[in-house]
């Protein structure tokens, strides 16, 4: 293991089962994880918001998270604040000299964005780290869901931007797969996670 590397393990689609928010936080503490990325949907319907962040914080794991389309930024904000957390929405965060920013919500749902509030946020987060290094349309991803469309704000920022990775979920048919977009290694984390170095 490269200790100079970034370990993340990044998962979504948790939708408050409390029984898997243990397991992947006994994994981060077994695999050594530096940060826990959660990509959304963290709770279903914005119920259920007990005990999916604070088994992360109880292994002492630095915790990332963004909303899904399953609940609020208010909700996201609230978790954040009261574990400690950073809410990555319209955000940025600087770690071990990578730079993360980020977007919540999707396109569909409970609580959507249109496609130019969902560029405009990836953009106001990249803005603040671009001297540093929702799956998008067109993606692989959304060819495994009739029902969620890919995200053309997402699709036209990872083309102007040209993050090295993009983290999602959402599409839960997906979990798993990567592929690349130009330069830009997306993955699908889903709620078994993914670990991944940077």
Known sequence: MDKSKLRILAAGDIHGDTSQANKLADQA???????????????????????????????HKKVIL????????????????????????????????????GCGGANIGLFQLGEDEIFELIKKGYDRIKSMKNHPSGSLMEKFSNIFPG??????????????????????????????????????????????EV
Do not use: Q, W
Not at 166 to 188: D, F, Q, R, Y
């Open 29 to 59: 503490e077994k695999e050594n994880i530096d940060l826990v990325v959660l990509s959304g949907d963290l709770t279903y319907a914005e119920t259920s918001t007990e005990g999916i962040i604070g088994p992360f914080i109880k292994k």
């Open 66 to 101: 963004i909303p899904g389309n399953h609940e609020t930024v208010a909700t996201a904000d609230f978790l954040a604040e009261l574990y400690g957390a950073t809410n990555l929405h319209g955000y940025s965060i600087k770690y071990k000299d990578v730079g993360l920013f």
């Open 151 to 196: 995200s053309d704000g997402v699709r036209k920022a990872v083309e102007t931007f040209k993050p090295d990775i993009l983290l999602c979920s959402h599409v839960h048919e997906a979990e798993g797969i990567e592929e690349m977009i130009g330069k830009t290694k997306v993955i699908n984390v889903g709620k078994k996670g993914k670990i991944i």
